[in-house]
């Protein structure tokens, strides 16, 4: 089993950027392919944001953030990034990463504001 702890949230201005980190502990992210995925204000469920795939290091995103959000992992540090560009209001919402191919192991997640 693997502890996800995520990292790096905040309030910024519409077009600011923030950078979230996922430290992993019990067992190593390359293990793993990885998600972020995020819950929006108001809503239920989570919404899927970015993958990156173990090995291949290939990535996948959401179309709503495909251009501005960058997935990365660096193994060494047993650790996942997200670097959130652009960051516009839409984008606010509890940011988690988890284990992916199925989603578990979640983080407790962070919280990330864009004022207008």
């Known amino acids: 089993q693997v502890q996800l702890v995520e990292s790096g949230g905040g309030v910024v201005q519409a077009g600011g950027s923030l950078r979230l980190t996922c430290e992993a502990s019990?067992?190593?992210?390359?293990?793993?392919?990885m998600d972020w995925f995020r819950r929006k204000p108001g809503n239920q469920a989570r919404e899927w944001v970015a993958?990156?795939?173990?090995?291949?290091?290939?990535?996948h995103y959401a179309g709503s953030v495909k251009g501005r959000f960058t997935i990365s992992r660096d193994d060494a540090k047993n650790t996942v990034y997200l670097q959130m560009n652009n960051l516009q209001p839409d984008d606010t919402a509890v940011y988690y990463c988890?284990?992916?191919?199925?989603?578990?192991?979640w983080g407790q997640g962070t919280q990330v504001t864009v004022s207008s």
């Open positions: 993958q990156i795939m173990k090995s291949s290091n290939v990535t």
């Open positions: 019990g067992r190593s992210v390359s293990d793993y392919s």
């Open positions: 988890c284990v992916a191919l199925p989603p578990k192991f």
